[in-house]
C-alpha cells in the first residue's frame, strides 16, 4: 500500500506520529507513511485526539469527519479523512492528482 489512497470520497493516510514535538507539522514522507509531529504526549489518548484535531484542521473537516482506523496504540497509524476541504501542504504536493473524478 502507498502512504495514501482515495476510498471514493475519503482519504486514507498512513501517519508516522511523532508526539511530543516542539510543534505540529506535516514533515516529510518517510517510506510507505508521512511523518507528522504533534506536541501532545502519548498518554491517555491525548496524542491521538490531538492528531484528529490537527488533521481536521489541516484538511478543512470537522472532527467526527476523522476517525483513526488502525494504530490506537502504535506512532503507525492509518487514518480515514471523509470527504476532505482542503488538500494540507506538503500532502498537497503529491495527492492532487489522485484525486477521483
Known amino acids: 500500500m502507498n502512504w495514501y489512497r482515495w476510498d471514493k470520497h475519503d482519504l486514507l493516510v498512513n501517519f508516522l506520529v511523532q508526539p511530543k514535538a516542539s510543534q505540529n507539522k506535516f514533515v516529510t514522507l518517510q517510506n510507505d507513511a508521512y511523518k507528522v509531529n504533534i506536541t501532545a504526549?502519548?498518554?491517555?489518548?491525548?496524542?491521538?485526539?490531538?492528531?484528529?484535531?490537527?488533521?481536521?484542521?489541516?484538511?478543512?473537516?470537522?472532527?467526527?469527519?476523522?476517525?483513526?482506523?488502525?494504530?490506537m496504540h502504535s506512532r503507525r497509524k492509518i487514518v480515514r479523512i471523509q470527504n476532505p476541504r482542503l488538500l494540507a501542504l506538503p500532502v498537497l504536493c503529491r495527492v492532487r492528482n489522485a484525486h477521483p473524478t
Open 41 to 71: 504526549p502519548p498518554v491517555d489518548g491525548k496524542a491521538n485526539k490531538h492528531l484528529i484535531n490537527f488533521i481536521a484542521k489541516a484538511f478543512g473537516v470537522k472532527k467526527a469527519n476523522v476517525q483513526i482506523v488502525s494504530g
